[in-house]
């Protein structure tokens, strides 16, 4: 084809003029060439995907009579106008709240410049803002004591702690009589004999403590040491990948029951010959387990949780109860996480006083295989000359493979390699699910991460569920302000089910069905009650499926056949927030009918995947709901949770595994032969920093734990001597 003819000399020039006007008399027509029907219809398509493929433009351009590329463009320009749209409306609020803030500060300007002493009442006459402040936080030192004493006080006549914060009320924790003695002087035996539970000092107001063990190491690390510790890490990935991926020879067999993957130790010992047997005892055990499944988060989201301490505890509160990065060894190539590489410290927990935690220090990597995919391996890893404390538990080469998915989703699939040496025997109640690797398995892992993304993404819906009972939460704000609280208070449960620093539980009570174990610490965080605090749990198995016992604990009718301290009256939800696929994943505000308590409400989470479930709850000031509805900050709320979790026994091993999250009411439903629930109590013995427990207060424990049990088993059926 020749193209020069449209660019001849100087006799052209006047058809270049013709031509260019009729181009721009097109362009003119082109600008308004949408018809009404035409904008209805890419406006409908638009609120369905706001990118939609080569194949979907087609289809629009032969139902509207429009060329694929003006769909393109169309689509192009309405997601710039709809980008303007949202960055005028964000940048409205930012103005707003920098309005505001600049008021504020206006206000606290001059508030500062009228001080008034409040020794004689006169107008301060300092020039130094310095001076005034420090006056001012040495007067409030002098005003916290004074305050402290007067609480402790007046806590012995009104049977609660008063709070240090002016605009909320104290919550209501208990009126049982909990006889203290505070042991001012180690050599007083005023008060009765003490029990000598030490307390655990330095509770998380989060419930996400990060105490690293006593001898955990502080040094540096050499450039040998990394150098070693980077061929483990690089090791242990290829390793992880060829059991991601591989299956030649068959390495991965699946149970009858439930498809539950478990690793072929024979094939895996030819295969990786050596790996394995670090313990060199021929009774260790091996725990390993393979599962995959679908996960409401970006794949990019999850390596960045997952390579941050502090939100992998966040992301797996009921598993990971203590998380620490010791040191990074290498960081990630081009600001991105592919490549880093990290000496980490971690406890894990089974929801029960009678499950110690595993407690091991580890390597863990991070390497993007493809585009999209991305691999993180985890492996034991002996800290340089440090005697390990942990030799009962090794963790081989675990972790994930995350493949991005076009919807926005990842698929995940989990890997989890344990070798056990159990120096000290397994309580009865936990030996089959524990040997069967449920307690610890892939499993576990996966549906928890399904069931917190579930929850990440329901908290990010800016509309009111159908079931928020007549709007009582007003607005998106509150929505996110509750679900905050609620989770502050299962981490909160979480964490004090396993005491810190390796800590154990101190059994005050044994019987044949149940032994009552109690841990105190000391809280002094914004978040709980100043205080010490005392954690009371008990296990006990029942012949009823695990689905059952969590809708009966969830459930607010069924409520006051288990509560002892709502005296059998009824409650009735007043507030209801879904936040997972599951009915049963929900935060309820509950309201009791006894009017001597109006002031008071229940916040309650419930939540379940398919290695268990838990229902947690706490009493909550009215004033202090208000504030969390209205969307403002609720971290001084203070709250001290109760609850209960539920567990499979592991007697059908086969109904613990494959399908995650989804998989839930199936596995925790009638695939196991019984359910093991803890009973767990939390109660403020005493605002005094050295108050102890007495035998009275021992009693008074068991006492409320021994009658929530039998009116558990009255409820549900179960004869007092069920037991394993």
């Known amino acids: 084809m020749d193209f020069s003819g449209g660019r001849g000399g100087g006799g052209s020039s006047a058809g270049d003029h013709h031509d260019g006007g009729s181009d721009s008399h097109r362009r003119r027509k082109r600008y308004h060439r949408h018809t009404a029907h035409q904008i209805q219809s890419l406006e409908a398509m638009f609120k369905e995907c706001q990118h939609p493929d080569e194949k979907t433009r087609n289809q629009l351009s032969r139902e509207l009579n ?11 320009n309405r997601r710039t106008q709809m980008k303007a749209q949202h960055e005028r409306s964000d940048n409205c609020v930012l103005r707003s709240e920098n309005d505001k803030i600049r008021c504020e500060n206006i206000a606290m300007r001059q508030a500062l410049e009228n001080i008034i002493c409040p020794s004689c009442g006169t107008t301060s006459i300092s020039d130094d803002p310095y001076f005034d402040e420090q006056k001012l936080r040495i007067e409030n030192a002098h005003l916290k004591e004074e305050l402290d004493r007067i609480s402790g006080i007046a806590s012995k006549y009104i049977g609660r702690p008063i709070q240090q914060l002016p605009p909320l009320q104290p919550i209501h924790v208990s009126s049982l009589d909990l006889s203290m003695s505070s042991n001012n002087n180690n050599n007083s035996n005023f008060g009765g004999t003490s029990l000598g539970l030490d307390l655990i000092h330095g509770n998380n107001s989060s419930g996400l403590m990060t105490n690293l063990p006593l001898n955990a190491p502080t040094a540096g690390i050499s450039d040998i040491d990394k150098s070693l510790m980077a061929d483990v890490a690089a090791n242990a990935m290829d390793e992880l990948i060829r059991l991601l991926q591989g299956n030649e020879p068959p390495l991965w067999t699946k149970s009858d029951a439930g498809g539950r993957e478990t690793l072929d130790l024979e094939s895996y010992e030819r295969l990786f010959r050596g790996s394995y047997g670090r313990l060199k005892n021929p009774n260790a055990r091996i725990e390993a387990s393979r599962d995959s499944g679908v996960v409401i988060m970006s794949g990019l989201a999850l390596v960045g949780m997952f390579m941050d301490s502090n939100k ?3 992301l797996f509160p009921t598993i990971v109860s203590r998380a620490r990065i010791i040191e990074v060894i290498s960081s990630g ?10 000496l980490m410290y971690e406890e894990l927990q089974v929801l029960s006083a009678l499950v110690p935690t595993r407690q091991v220090y580890f390597l863990r990597l991070c390497q993007q295989i493809d585009q999209g995919t991305w691999a993180i391996v985890d492996v034991s890893y002996d800290v340089p000359h440090q005697e390990s404390p942990f030799s009962s538990a090794h963790k081989l080469p675990s972790g994930c493979l995350i493949q991005d998915m076009p919807n926005g989703y990842s698929k ?10 159990d120096k000290a025997p397994i309580h009865h109640l936990y030996r089959e699910l524990i040997h069967s690797g449920l307690a610890f398995g892939a499993e576990r892992w996966l549906s928890t991460l399904q069931r917190i993304c579930e929850r990440f993404a329901c908290s990010m819906v800016s509309g009111n569920s159908t079931r928020d009972l007549g709007g009582v939460i007003p607005s998106a704000e509150g929505k996110k302000s509750m679900i905050g609280l609620a989770q502050r208070m299962v981490n909160i449960f979480c964490c004090c089910i396993n005491p810190c620093n390796g800590q154990q539980w101190t059994t005050i009570s044994g019987q044949a069905e149940y032994e009552v ?11 709980q009650p100043n205080g010490v605090i005392l954690s009371a749990a008990a296990t006990v198995w029942l012949p009823i499926p695990p689905l059952n016992v969590f809708n009966f604990f969830r459930d607010e009718r069924t409520r006051p056949q288990w509560d002892v301290m709502s005296n059998q009256n009824p409650v009735q939800e007043i507030a209801h927030i879904a936040n997972g696929s599951h009915p049963g994943n929900c935060i309820s505000v509950l309201r009791g009918f006894n ?3 109006n002031n008071t409400l229940i916040l309650q989470e419930s939540c379940m995947d398919s290695s268990g479930s838990t229902v947690v709850y706490c009493p909550v000031d009215l004033q202090a709901v208000n504030i969390a509805m209205s969307g403002e900050d609720t971290s001084y709320i203070p709250i001290l949770p109760s609850g209960f979790t539920i567990s499979p026994d592991g007697r059908d091993a086969g109904g613990g595994g494959g399908g995650g999250a989804a998989a839930a009411a199936t596995s925790s439903g009638s695939s196991s032969a019984g359910s093991l629930v803890t009973v767990v109590f939390q109660i403020l013995v005493s605002n005094l920093p050295n108050a102890r427990m007495t035998p009275e207060s021992v009693t008074t424990v068991n006492n409320l734990i021994g009658n929530t049990v039998r009116q558990i088993k009255a409820a549900l059926n179960v004869c007092s001597d069920d037991g394993r």
Do not use: C, Y
């Open 66 to 76: 429009l060329n694929p590329r003006q769909i393109k463009f169309w689509f192009q």
């Open 595 to 597: 009017s001597s308590q």
């Open 412 to 421: 995940v699939t989990w890997v989890e390699h344990w070798e056990i040496e």
């Open 517 to 527: 174990r109690a841990a105190l610490h000391k809280s002094t965080d914004l978040g």
């Open 312 to 314: 992998w505890m966040e």
């Open 333 to 342: 190539m081009m600001g991105s996480h592919s490549g880093t590489l990290q």
